[in-house]
């Protein structure tokens, strides 16, 4: 049975990444047509079985196969569905309509086909939202003020004209990279809707006149490889080559010149010295555009006439993983209300290096997030109640010390005295002025974002978290967790 949905009126939807259960149950016994479509973004309800009776869909969240069972039967005869955990009007039906379960969030835009349609079927994507084939002038006009996403987007937080600009100027044979690594919101839309990733990248391809697009996924990210392999597979007329390129699972390999070190197959990935930038001599010497999964989405979406303003975010840490998207007005606390999260000590706002804080009415836009001195990678990480700051910032640190590429010399030893300096807290030492000079050295002196961000973590819990550093210095833990230090040793004398 065909598994293009499009608007029809009686169907059965699974959504999740450990979904083949139900749908083989579903489609078992059902009539009506059974799509597997990728995650919603939002693992703590899936499996997710959404059934469309007439102009309203039913979601039944974590289902089992017998709960597939008893929708197929429903549909197939006179009876009811099932009460299910929500019920929305689907009346015009091209996009997963918001359920009223945590995780969702009020809004969906690039993410709106997340989990609802099958997501290497080019039928369905066409049906969903059509292939659109604009010529580059038209992309620039429509496309070329959307913001950047994420730190291993070359234009992160700028808009992205320039850089084509840039890169169309140049002789050469031009490159672009999908830099799908590394990102929950980049690794979703890789997996769930890889053809709206693949269709921005078609129109950068085409504005700068690329040979060769390249799509970089991390090796321990199997959904999205796969996904995104077919989804380029199947792809109707897609302008140049395109390959899937798979990289180590490091984080500091979603760096730009480390993504493009990965794509030509390097196996040391250090960053690269700039200037000069991926823009001049990127991908085997070729003048190379970088962006993210995120940022080709919203292309596609400004080609489309779509508004592009909407942040992608997901909540991780001391919470139910979810990935949803606010408005450029919304607060970041929406979505910790939307992911069901009230209770924490703070949050790491910006991906692995950003910045700690408690106040999170702030708009998601890379001005207010500066303002904040938080970071802009679109991940809130959650410190439950019962963690300690002091322990997190400390393990941070530890982390840069021991992922960073050791290329340069801010970056590498500044981690390593950085970790120390922070161990030294347990031994009764909080030498402010120290930290703050060597912070101040990592930020302003290091190759790459990687090591320019570092600090972040751990300037902004001194800031945030004044007194339990002083309380941990004098041999106090106020949360109760320092059993041991923040990196994993005993401590000599920091007991709570
Ligand atoms: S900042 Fe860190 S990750 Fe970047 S080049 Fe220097 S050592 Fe490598």
Not at 119 to 128: E, F, G, L, M, S
Not at 130 to 143: H, I, R, Y
Not at 208 to 230: C, G, H, I, W
Not at 275 to 292: N, S
Request: charged share 25%.
């Amino acid at each position: 049975m065909s598994e293009t949905v499009g608007s029809q009126r009686l169907a059965v939807r699974v959504a999740g990444r450990e979904s083949g259960d139900v749908a083989a149950a579903a489609r078992e016994r059902a009539d009506a047509p059974v799509v597997e479509a990728g995650s919603t973004g939002v693992p703590g309800v899936e499996p997710l079985l959404a059934a469309s009776d007439g102009d309203e869909t039913t979601f039944y969240a974590n289902a089992t196969p017998a709960d597939a069972e008893a929708v197929a039967d429903a549909l197939a005869g006179d009876g009811a569905l099932p009460d299910g955990d929500a019920t929305v009007d689907t009346a015009d039906a091209a996009a997963l309509p918001l359920p009223d379960l945590d995780g969702f969030g009020a809004e969906r835009s690039v993410l709106a086909r997340c989990g609802w349609i099958a997501p290497t079927n080019p039928d369905a994507y066409a049906d969903a939202v059509g292939f659109t084939d604009a010529d580059p002038d038209a992309v620039v006009e429509s496309a070329g003020g959307v913001l950047g996403r994420g730190w291993g987007d070359w234009s992160a937080d700028e808009p992205v004209g320039p850089l084509w600009e840039g890169v169309r100027e140049r002789d050469g044979s031009p490159a672009v990279v999908v830099n799908a690594h590394g990102n929950p919101g980049d690794a979703l839309l890789g997996e769930s809707d890889p053809f709206s990733v693949l269709e921005g990248a078609a129109h950068v391809a085409r504005v700068v006149d690329a040979v060769q697009v390249f799509v970089y996924v991390s090796e321990d990210d199997e959904a999205a490889r796969d996904a995104l392999t077919a989804a380029a597979d199947a792809y109707p007329d897609f302008p140049v080559d395109v390959s899937v390129v798979e990289g180590p699972a490091a984080y500091r390999a979603a760096e730009p010149t480390m993504a493009i070190e990965a794509v030509e197959g390097n196996h040391r990935l250090e960053a690269r010295l700039r200037p000069p930038g991926p823009e001049v001599e990127g991908v085997f010497g070729e003048p190379t555009v970088v962006h993210t999964a995120r940022t080709v989405a919203h292309v596609a979406a400004a080609v489309r006439g779509e508004p592009t303003d909407s942040r992608v975010l997901s909540v991780t840490g001391d919470a139910d993983e979810a990935t949803l998207e606010l408005t450029a007005d919304d607060a970041l606390d929406t979505a910790l209300d939307a992911a069901g999260v009230s209770d924490y000590t703070g949050v790491l706002v910006g991906g692995r290096f950003g910045g700690l804080t408690t106040d999170l009415d702030v708009t998601p836009t890379p001005d207010a997030l500066d303002a904040a001195d938080l970071g802009t990678d679109g991940v809130l990480e959650v410190l439950g109640p019962d963690a300690c700051p002091v322990a997190f910032v400390g393990k941070r640190a530890q982390f840069a010390e021991d992922a960073n590429c050791g290329r340069c010399v801010p970056c590498r030893e500044g981690s390593k005295q950085l970790t120390e300096l922070l161990r030294d807290v347990y031994e009764g030492s909080l030498d402010r002025p120290k930290i703050d000079e060597l912070m101040r050295v990592m930020e302003s002196s290091s190759v790459c974002a990687f090591g320019q961000h570092a600090p972040r973590p751990v300037r902004t819990g001194l800031q945030e978290f004044a007194e339990e550093f002083e309380a941990h210095a004098q041999g106090t833990c106020p949360a109760g967790q320092c059993l041991s230090d923040a990196t994993g040793e005993e401590p000599a004398r920091a007991k709570p």
